[in-house]
């Protein structure tokens, strides 16, 4: 597959120079103490009075080489595991919404671990998606469990790999020990490590954040599998300009890798963004605006400069509602993204700008990755696949129908959605005129109301509420 090209060679090498002044002449403010001694001994130069890191541009040279090709996700089982780029496109849920549209009432309300353990059975059974990335928070945590009472429900309800993040490091070692007892052992982990994560850790503008930043650096330490995201606001946290913020992006970016190469070289990268322009009409976060998907684009483009797979937060929407605009906001960026190269999407169930998750729409979400998947497949070109001798059989005004060929072919060329109509409006009315949203709800209830083939056995169960006493019940599925 060819990909799309905003951007000349020419333009591309512009935005790495321009990224490579911005790091050796701005910096980057690190608040990270052990950062900054890392990046220190590695031949940045360290500002002690202000934190300022300044990287003179044979430091990013050297250390962007050995830049990661690739990056694996490893599930329960590992007929789910998955390899970027080679398995593009991978799709994910989008992550750690406080809300959710209650399946019952319609309403919005805080999430629970008992919401996280429902979307996991639901993800597992979805077949567009490879990866459950955490999709809400868990309201009902105990304080000292926060990490863990997501992370416990979503393992134990999903066999596809399961992706999220942590708020200190006593959380991310209680989800590594977590992920050691299913696994049976810390080497047995190690070998095949089943959670991956992922951190903000660059705040726009050129931020640093400390608690972030040091689980990312232990993870890469460990060789656990981890990557950053990297979120500039155009308009707020970066320039009122796409080039303007793609290059400080972009900047960003190699800050981080550059220091994950020190740190372990080859690590695996992916290059991840939410890159986004602000509606400052309100000042409003816009994730869902085509610019998204735009400078998705352009990032994949310079992730391919790089050699890393590339990715993130695409075919978000800023929807209350699972309408139309939910729709064609999600559709347009995502299939921008993909026709440009990019190997990762967290795209699947989110509404109102990554604030609230609903299970209808991660159900049509899943519809759009099908599409997306059938995109990427293309049309396949091949001598047997021009059919000319079953066009020189049928002849001139002859029918496809009764053809053996169509019948070999007709269930794998076309993709035949579950969920968008295709009725005539006869039938249609007589269904009761449902819409997408009422077929996907369906659909969702068809898949809670059936056993989970995801479950711990009862000893592993057992082990792990042993270790974590008042753990979350993590049980999923809804009411028959």
């Not at 329960?76 to 970027?84: A, E, H, M, N, S």
């Not at 707020?236 to 190699?254: D, I, Q, R, Y």
Request: glycine share 8%; with cysteine.
């Amino acid at each position: 597959m060819q990909f799309a090209e905003y951007l000349s060679q020419n333009e591309v090498e512009q935005i790495h120079d321009a990224s490579l002044e911005i790091l050796e002449t701005v910096g980057v403010l690190v608040n990270n103490n052990n950062a900054r001694d890392i990046y220190s001994r590695h031949g940045c130069k360290v500002d002690t009075e202000t934190a300022v890191v300044k990287f003179p541009r044979n430091v990013v040279e050297t250390y962007r080489w050995a830049f990661g090709p690739s990056f694996s996700f490893m599930g329960r089982d590992p007929q789910f595991d998955r390899t970027i780029p080679d398995d593009r496109p991978v799709i994910l849920t989008g992550s750690s919404a406080p809300n959710i549209i209650d399946p019952d009432s319609g309403e919005e309300r805080r999430a629970t671990s008992k919401d996280i353990a429902d979307i996991a059975f639901l993800i597992n059974e979805l077949t567009g998606y490879d990866i459950f990335s955490i999709s809400t928070l868990a309201d009902d945590a105990p304080a000292d469990q926060f990490s863990v009472s997501r992370f416990y429900p979503s393992l134990k309800n999903c066999l596809k790999p399961v992706r999220s993040n942590t708020v200190n490091m006593q959380d991310l070692l209680q989800v590594l020990e977590l992920g050691a007892i299913i696994a049976g052992g810390k080497e047995a982990y190690k070998e095949r490590p089943i959670i991956s994560h992922h951190y903000c850790p660059v705040v726009s503008p050129l931020t640093m954040d400390v608690k972030s930043l040091e689980a990312l650096m232990f993870l890469t330490e460990k060789g656990f599998p981890v990557y950053g995201s990297i979120v500039p606001n155009a308009g707020l946290t970066a320039p009122m300009t796409l080039t303007g913020t793609l290059a400080l992006g972009n900047a960003e970016f190699l800050a981080l890798g550059v220091l994950m190469q020190m740190i372990r070289p080859q690590t695996p990268m992916i290059y991840a963004v939410l890159s986004t322009v602000a509606d400052l009409r309100t000042g409003d976060y816009a994730p869902g605006g085509i610019e998204n998907g735009i400078l998705q684009m352009a990032h994949s483009q310079m992730a391919r400069f790089y050699d890393v797979p590339s990715g993130g937060y695409i075919g978000l929407t800023n929807a209350q509602v699972n309408d139309a605009q939910c729709g064609y906001e999600t559709g347009m960026n995502t299939t921008a993204a993909l026709l440009a190269g990019a190997d990762m999407f967290n795209m699947g169930g989110l509404l109102g700008g990554l604030m609230t998750f609903d299970f209808a729409k991660a159900v049509i979400d899943n519809e759009i990755a099908l599409m997306l998947k059938r995109i990427h497949r293309g049309v396949e070109f091949s001598k047997e696949n021009l059919a000319l001798d079953v066009i020189a059989e049928t002849g001139p005004g002859g029918n496809y129908m009764d053809k053996m060929h169509t019948f070999e072919h007709m269930r794998t060329t076309g993709f035949l959605p579950n969920i968008a109509t295709r009725d005539l409006r006869g039938p249609w009315e007589e269904q009761g005129q449902p819409d997408a949203h009422s077929r996907a709800m369906n659909e969702a209830r068809k898949i809670l109301t059936r056993d989970n083939p995801a479950v711990f056995s009862e000893a592993v169960d057992s082990k792990i509420r042993e270790r974590f006493e008042g753990l979350v019940s993590g049980n999923a599925g809804w009411e028959k």
